[in-house]
């Protein structure tokens, strides 16, 4: 049986999320997809892309939230200049929220 490419579960994956209308199916969905290990690193990424964004130094960063400083430089380096818009976008809509 042929298997679907990367792509398309991709997509599949991005169409799920967009069903989630919570934060509690947020967690739930997201409890399911992850392991504890994937979703504690996502999560931690994310913190990093927003304290990043808040321009805290990398010394602060690893204390508040445990990552490393090659962590913290990749996901920089995605802010500055592999960013695709969507850290961007995302801080706006929170700020807009409050």
């Given at each position: 049986m042929p298997t679907k490419p990367n792509a398309e579960f991709t997509k599949d994956l991005y169409r799920a999320i967009l069903t989630l209308k919570t934060e509690e199916e947020c967690e739930a969905f997201f409890k399911d997809l992850c392991t504890i290990p994937e979703l504690k690193a996502l999560s931690q990424r994310f913190a990093v892309a927003m304290m990043l964004d808040k321009n805290m130094v990398y010394n602060k960063i690893v204390e508040a939230?445990?990552?490393?400083?090659?962590?913290?430089?990749?996901?920089?380096?995605?802010?500055?200049?592999?960013?695709?818009?969507?850290?961007?976008?995302?801080?706006?809509?929170?700020?807009?929220?409050?």
């Open positions: 939230t445990g990552a490393s400083t090659a962590t913290i430089s990749r996901v920089k380096r995605s802010l500055d200049y592999e960013n695709a818009g969507g850290y961007s976008m995302v801080f706006e809509r929170m700020k807009d929220e409050k």
